[in-house]
T-cell receptor, first 114, second 113 residues
Framework: AQSVTQLDSHVSVSEGTPVLLRCNYS??????LFWYVQHPNKGLQLLLK??????LVKGINGFEAEFKKSETSFHLTKPSAHMSDAAEYFC????????????FGSGTRLSIRP | DGGITQSPKYLFRKEGQNVTLSCEQN?????MYWYRQDPGQGLRLIYY???????QKGDIAEGYSVSREKKESFPLTVTSAQKNPTAFYLC????????????FGSGTQLSVL
């Protein structure tokens, strides 16, 4: 089965410390991978996407993600958390085995402690 | 401006009633999607369509139906068979290149009376 798994439902870090949000995917084909962010009562915003040009992808607001095919992972990181990063983060997989199916992970809620 | 329009913003359903959520896009996208979002949960795929007159079931299609008669429109019907319809429904569209992002509507909140 093709799927995407976000390993942590909730991550809490102190302001100024690194952030790691984990995502693993399962796909018979090489997928397209994305991270989206949803701030409270706001719409979904694209953070970054994997295009196969480079395994390390830089996104907005200082976030980046590394595609590791051997580990089937696409973890999201940020060197230093800011209070404004508190939000829900979704790892998203676009599958090409079946007419462009796009599936979301269950989400990781990121909390930032002052 | 190009975008996706969902209507209505709020919708109430009575027991045994079918209701239809509208989704229209003027982005000339081939692919369209319906997702359901419940509090504290991710987005779950209900139906998706790659092309006019064709659509596929997503992971939670039971109790829902769709049509794709026009490229611009992808309405979702929540039938009486859907026993737990209260949720936030998001429509999205995308270009057909493998790395194109999703564009989202503003959503419809459906509640049961």
């Amino acid at each position: 089965a093709q799927s995407v798994t976000q390993l942590d439902s909730h991550v809490s870090v102190s302001e100024g410390t690194p952030v790691l949000l984990r995502c693993n995917y399962s796909s018979s084909y090489s997928p397209s991978l994305f991270w989206y962010v949803q701030h409270p009562n706001k719409g979904l915003q694209l953070l970054l996407k994997y295009t196969s040009a480079a395994t390390l992808v830089k996104g907005i607001n200082g976030f980046e993600a590394e595609f590791k095919k051997s580990e089937t992972s696409f973890h999201l990181t940020k060197p230093s958390a800011h209070m404004s990063d508190a939000a829900e983060y979704f790892c998203v997989v676009r599958l090409y085995s079946s007419a462009s199916k796009i599936i979301f992970g269950s989400g990781t809620r990121l909390s930032i402690r002052p | 401006d190009g975008g996706i329009t969902q209507s209505p913003k709020y919708l109430f359903r009575k027991e045994g009633q079918n209701v239809t959520l509208s989704c229209e896009q003027n982005l000339n996208h081939d692919a369209m999607y319906w997702y359901r979002q419940d509090p504290g949960q991710g987005l779950r795929l209900i139906y998706y369509s790659q092309i006019v007159n064709d659509f596929q079931k997503g992971d939670i299609a039971e109790g829902y139906s769709v049509s794709r008669e026009k490229k611009e429109s992808f309405p979702l019907t929540v039938t009486s068979a859907q026993k737990n319809p209260t949720a936030f429904y998001l429509c999205a569209s995308s270009g057909d290149r493998y790395n194109e992002k999703l564009f989202f509507g503003s959503g419809t909140q459906l509640s049961v009376l």
